[in-house]
């Protein structure tokens, strides 16, 4: 099996910025893509940014400009930059990898338990 695991969230100012991290417990032999997602209370879980295995990123209108999305593959980790944050960025952050192959699991689709962004006004 794998694990992601996130970090990297916390209390923040509106305007300020945050990096949230995402390390995986295994090595990746391909992966399809990588992304972050949030669910804000009340809310449905909305996706945020993409990367796919190619390289190529996509964001939500709501966080392109200010997000960006990027991965680290010699440490296995996957990194969310926030900068100029609004109150409405509140959320928890899940990180999550499809069509994950590694060696002697197969592939399969893995989500992050989370990580709480609080952006206050």
């Known amino acids: 099996q794998v694990k992601l695991v996130e970090s990297g969230g916390g209390l923040v100012q509106a305007g300020g910025s945050l990096t949230l991290s995402c390390a995986a417990s295994?090595?990746?032999?391909?992966?399809?893509?990588l992304g972050w997602h949030r669910q804000a209370p009340g809310q449905q879980r909305e996706l945020v940014a993409t990367?796919?295995?190619?390289?190529?990123?996509s964001y939500a209108d709501s966080v392109r400009g200010r997000f960006t999305i990027s991965r680290d593959s010699a440490k296995n980790t996957v990194i969310l930059q926030m900068n100029s944050l609004k109150p409405e960025d509140t959320a928890v952050y899940y990180c999550?990898?499809?069509?994950?192959?590694?060696?002697?699991?197969?592939?399969?689709?893995?989500w992050g338990q989370g990580t709480q962004v609080t952006v206050s006004s």
């Open positions: 999550n990898a499809l069509g994950v192959k590694v060696i002697g699991v197969g592939t399969n689709d893995y």
């Open positions: 295994r090595r990746f032999v391909s992966v399809d893509a």
């Open positions: 990367l796919t295995g190619a390289g190529s990123t």
